[in-house]
């Protein structure tokens, strides 16, 4: 059985959008002020808590465009936060009771076939089962409801 990390958004794509960058569509991103639980930050992988400042924007987490690069909206802190430890434990973000966990290949595509509306609890071993696969190179978690990007899921 493989070992897997779950991987929140890279740093340098958080500080481009914290240092007044554009988002995925070329807009500014949004502010607003959390009213508490729902507004996951994709970078620390904790929720924005009530009152704190967050940034609303367009998101593509593949490093180029092509049909499969899906983007959407996210939320991130308004002000710089840690990123998320790399770690095998499901991150404190993932905390509604089901998921979309989805293979993509090597070429940043869906593999067809490797989604599912998955129960939180079993994500890191639907995640394991994916990657005994050859054409799996890497796993995202996304809202059962509105397909919202939540992490990446890497073998370790």
């Not at 007044?20 to 996951?40: F, N, Q």
């Not at 991150?91 to 509604?96: E, G, K, N, T």
Request: proline residues 9%.
């Amino acid at each position: 059985m493989s070992t897997i990390r779950f991987h929140a958004m890279p740093t340098e794509h958080a500080e481009s959008l914290w240092n007044g960058g554009d988002d995925a569509y070329g807009s500014r991103p949004e502010t607003m002020v959390s009213d508490g639980p729902g507004h996951p930050c994709r970078h620390c992988l904790q929720n924005i808590d009530a009152g704190q400042k967050l940034l609303v924007l367009a998101y593509r987490p593949f490093p180029s465009l092509q049909p499969y690069a899906e983007t959407g909206p996210i939320f991130l802190h308004a002000t710089p936060c840690p990123r998320y430890v790399c770690d095998e434990a499901l991150p404190p973000v993932l905390s509604s009771s089901d998921y979309i966990v989805r293979g993509y290949g090597f070429d940043d595509r869906i593999v067809y076939g490797s989604g599912a509306v998955t129960p939180t609890d079993d994500i890191p071993e639907r995640a394991r089962n994916l990657f005994e696969r050859d054409d799996i190179a890497y796993v995202h978690v996304r809202s059962a409801r509105n397909n919202c990007y939540q992490c990446r899921i890497d073998r370790a």
